[in-house]
């Protein structure tokens, strides 16, 4: 991993101690475990865990084992202290496997990971093997063609994330790879998996939804209205991040167009 990864994440950490304490709740952990349907997971791997939004979730409302993976000193922490198991390697290093056996875990979630690392090729292989066939990987990464990003970028002609706004610094920093939904259905289903669903969390809980409720309850109902109406009518394209699940089948790309479900 970069060798500025960790202190980055640490940087962006700070007072961190439990769980509540963290500023950036997201929709894409709220619809955990919804997302896993009737798929009966067994063993589940989350890699770059962070301070365990989503294992949270899936720990407290899911029946299977759960490992959550992360490299930085306060997440690991965190997610000891909720009694999560956690295994502490580095994903991106392309010289060296996940020390995983292989298809040692049926479901696989990655969530914002992908667009922090170098060596995406590396990373996708080994989540590859460590699944077996018919395993399950759920992915996401800032989707740069939705409309929350495309829209201000059109509006300001300035980058996605700004280096001298507080709240997108650290993404101008971090984020070393740029993904939009059709670019991570494509890529990812070039490694022998096959697109099964995509799901889109509207408005509900995310820190940023909780804030403007807060500020405009009148504004978050229309903001949630709006949202609630482009996810279910529109394409998945124009969502912030889509969550997708793809399905581990050897021996052949993935195609085809996933089912949307909006939670």
């Keep these: 991993?970069?060798?500025?990864?960790?202190?980055?994440?640490?940087?962006r950490l700070s007072g961190v101690e439990v769980i509540e304490d963290y500023p950036s709740f997201h929709e894409r952990h709220r619809i955990f475990p919804a997302v896993f349907e009737n798929r009966e997971h067994k063993r589940i791997l989350d890699v770059a865990a962070g301070v365990g939004c989503a294992a949270q979730r899936i720990h407290n409302g899911y029946p299977a084992e759960l490992v959550c993976n992360d490299v930085a000193p306060t997440s690991l922490r965190v997610l000891g202290g909720m009694g999560l198991n956690t295994v502490s390697f580095n994903l991106d290093d392309a010289t060296e496997p996940f020390p995983l056996d292989s298809g040692s875990f049926d479901a696989v979630v990655?969530?914002?990971?992908?667009?922090?690392?170098?060596?995406?090729d590396h990373f996708v292989k080994e989540i590859h093997r460590v699944l077996p066939d018919n395993g399950h990987f759920y992915v996401s990464a800032p989707n740069y063609s939705g409309l929350t990003?495309?829209?201000?970028?059109?509006?300001?002609?300035?980058t996605f994330h700004d280096?001298?706004?507080?709240e997108s610094r650290y993404e101008f920093y971090a984020h070393v790879r740029y993904f939009t939904y059709r670019t991570l259905l494509e890529y990812v289903g070039s490694f022998g998996f096959v697109p099964e669903a995509v799901y889109l969390g509207v408005p509900q809980e995310s820190t940023k939804y909780r804030t403007l409720c807060e500020k405009s309850k009148m504004k978050a109902a229309a903001f949630r209205f709006a949202m609630t109406t482009v996810y279910s009518l529109g394409s998945p394209r124009w969502a912030a991040e889509p969550v997708l699940c793809f399905r581990k089948c050897s021996g052949q790309q993935g195609s085809g167009k996933p089912r949307k479900v909006v939670l």
């Design 110 to 120: 990655a969530l914002a990971t992908i667009e922090h690392l170098i060596y995406t």
């Design 1 to 11: 991993m970069r060798e500025d990864a960790v202190s980055l994440e640490e940087q």
């Design 163 to 166: 280096p001298l706004d507080p």
């Design 149 to 158: 990003y495309l829209l201000p970028f059109m509006v300001s002609g300035r």
